[in-house]
């Protein structure tokens, strides 16, 4: 059993943050003119109170289940604190969700009160309440009058219910997993699982203070985003803002100024393909000076490792970093001291390009099931590629009897106070990824070396065989893939089969110049089966990935897309990731007809 460091539950954690930063802004939200408005602590600290009170009007007690689908707001915040402060349990869901997923998640936790963001979400899930037993009442956030949390804030203000202290043990929340191999499973995580973590990263960070600001752009729905940013940001005292949408993220990022971001490479390497593309479309004077930027970075990060220095090289990395780098941290606010990100690895390329722009990004690794974090870079300790060392009072073995022999990996296990209850109602579950002695299997294969730091390796469950025996890893292959300008996104599949293949997203934002310039249709379809496109793909790929991969691992043929992998056609899971089967599914003849033809 761990000793918990005080706060050790998410009440105290809030409340004493609310006492302490009173007069600190807490969140930004846009209003109608387009520019961000704050609220203090103390405002939120009291619409937390009213609200805790109202749901005791409502009858949920300690331990009863509270829900919400909601994308992150300021109501987010709010609901969830006020049902802490009940000891009740906390179940977000996304907006973009199927109706069976939340019908599911909804029925699974017994919520008891669901919260709901706006009123076309409300219509959809009418029936609920008379289908599900444990639903008593369902809450609109938008909007007056009775039914809303507004009603029930003002409820609540005329009835003043004092908060409890959950135990660190006690249930804080079920995060709900995206379901890639099954129906989700709904994680159990307690209060000192998530105060444990986010105290545990705030060691990584200490220059982490309250005068610091971040831009949400995760969804508060996963534990990533609710330890490393919510629960983090409001222990420091510090400030939230919101973005509006995907779309307004750069003009967001120019307005709100944030000094750290907690985001995954999928946004970065978005950044970075874009600045790649713009320059190499513009080309001339603009190309050749962002070309000297970086080969003088590059040039100065090698002379630094081999313990060298020139003054040439020092003085062409000034005038880079003013003319070419500059600009992009402009582009981010110009405030950002860096960023963490999680849910994948970063590429090393495009680490070191960031790095060298003067925005560091720290790779950090974990799961829903342990709070997340297990290990993390930071300032004052970092190896690009790798993802950090284990957080304080987190242990890490790596198991190789699950692996071919003699392999220098194997299955990664963590210990420590972040480790999940185990899985709501899904005991068999849970004990196939526990271990006797309190660990958790993480799935991941990974590698420590000797100064403690991880290096993922693959993902256990999904590695496949190829008929020749040859073990593939092909999140390796896509991540490398992916970095390709003209490729939006990419499935590796040949499980049991005699070689890879590859199912490839074009970017067509990207190839538009090349299209323009050979008279080509700009039509997405048309040009994902256009045949000089193809070619010019597949060339890269296997520039990509020669000399880095075995001959048996790169794909030997090919299928073209234009439909690109997301959330809302059901390909991608929430937090980014591929659900293979979904995929395979979807293309099944094609991907067959690759292995049949001649």
Not at 39 to 59: S, W
Not at 237 to 242: C, D, E, I, K, Q
Request: with cysteine; glycine share 8%; aromatic share 10%.
């Amino acid at each position: 059993m761990y000793t918990f460091e005080k706060p050790d539950n998410l009440v105290d954690l809030f409340e004493e943050s609310i006492a302490k930063y009173p007069d600190n802004p807490m969140f930004g939200t846009k209003n109608e003119a387009g520019e961000y408005e704050w609220v203090t602590y103390r405002r939120i600290g009291t619409r937390v109170d009213n609200l805790r009170a109202g749901l005791a009007q409502l009858g949920v007690t300690s331990g009863d289940a509270v829900g919400i689908i909601a994308n992150n707001r300021i109501e987010w915040a709010i609901c969830a604190f006020a049902a802490y402060g009940l000891g009740a349990r906390w179940v977000p869901m996304y907006e973009a969700e199927l109706t069976q997923i939340w019908k599911y998640i909804v029925t699974d936790s017994t919520i008891k009160v669901l919260f709901v963001s706006k009123p076309d979400i409300l219509e959809k899930i009418a029936a609920f309440p008379r289908e599900i037993k444990t639903l008593e009442k369902m809450i609109l956030i938008d909007g007056a009058g009775d039914g809303t949390m507004a009603w029930l804030e003002e409820l609540g203000s005329r009835n003043p219910v004092p908060s409890i202290k959950p135990g660190p043990h006690d249930v804080a929340a079920l995060i709900y997993t995206s379901g890639t191999t099954g129906d989700p499973k709904g994680v159990l995580l307690s209060h000192g699982n998530f105060t444990s973590n986010s105290l545990a990263g705030q060691k990584f960070y200490p220059e982490f203070k309250q005068n610091d600001r971040g831009l949400s752009i995760l969804p508060w729905a996963h534990s990533y985003a609710q330890t490393a940013e919510l629960y983090t940001f409001i222990n420091l005292g510090a400030s939230l803002s919101f973005m509006e949408n995907v779309k307004t993220l750069p003009a967001d990022m120019k307005k709100v100024k944030p000094t750290f971001l907690i985001a995954v490479p999928r946004v970065f390497n978005k950044i970075y393909d874009g600045i790649q593309a713009r320059m190499s479309q513009e080309g001339g004077l603009k190309k050749r000076l962002f070309d000297m930027a970086v080969g003088s970075a590059r040039k100065r990060r090698e002379l630094e490792a081999a313990c060298r220095s020139s003054l040439l090289t020092n003085i062409m990395c000034r005038l880079g970093d003013r003319l070419v780098f500059s600009k992009i941290r402009e582009g981010f606010g110009g405030s950002l001291r860096g960023a963490m990100t999680a849910s994948a690895a970063m590429n090393p390329d495009i680490s070191r390009f960031f790095f060298d722009a003067g925005i560091p990004i720290y790779d950090c690794y974990g799961m829903t099931e342990t709070s997340p974090a297990i290990t993390m870079n930071c300032p004052s300790a970092y190896k690009i590629g790798s993802v950090g060392r284990a957080i304080d009072k987190v242990r890490i073995v790596i198991d190789k009897s699950v692996v071919e022999e003699g392999a220098e990996d194997g299955e990664i296990v963590t210990y420590g106070p972040n480790v999940m209850k185990g899985y709501h109602n899904k005991p068999h579950a849970t004990s196939e990824v526990m271990t006797a002695d309190g660990g958790i299997r993480t799935g991941d294969r990974g590698k420590i070396d000797k100064h403690g730091f991880l290096f993922i390796t693959g993902r256990i469950k999904e590695q496949y065989k190829l008929e020749n025996g040859k073990f593939v890893f092909p999140t390796s292959l896509e991540e490398d893939i992916r970095l390709i300008p003209y490729v939006e996104n990419v499935m590796i599949f040949g499980e049991n089969k005699p070689y890879n293949v590859c199912l490839i997203v074009p970017d067509f934002l990207a190839l538009a110049k090349f299209a323009k310039d050979r008279g080509l249709p700009a039509d997405h379809k048309a040009l994902a089966e256009n045949r000089e496109v193809q070619e010019l793909i597949k060339k890269e790929v296997a520039a990509a990935l020669k000399g880095k991969y075995g001959g048996y691992e790169i794909p030997k043929k090919f299928i073209f897309i234009h439909e690109n992998f997301t959330v809302e056609n059901g390909t991608l899971t929430q937090t980014m990731k591929l659900k293979r089967r979904v995929v395979v599914n979807q293309y099944k003849e094609m991907i067959e007809g690759l292995y049949t033809e001649k």
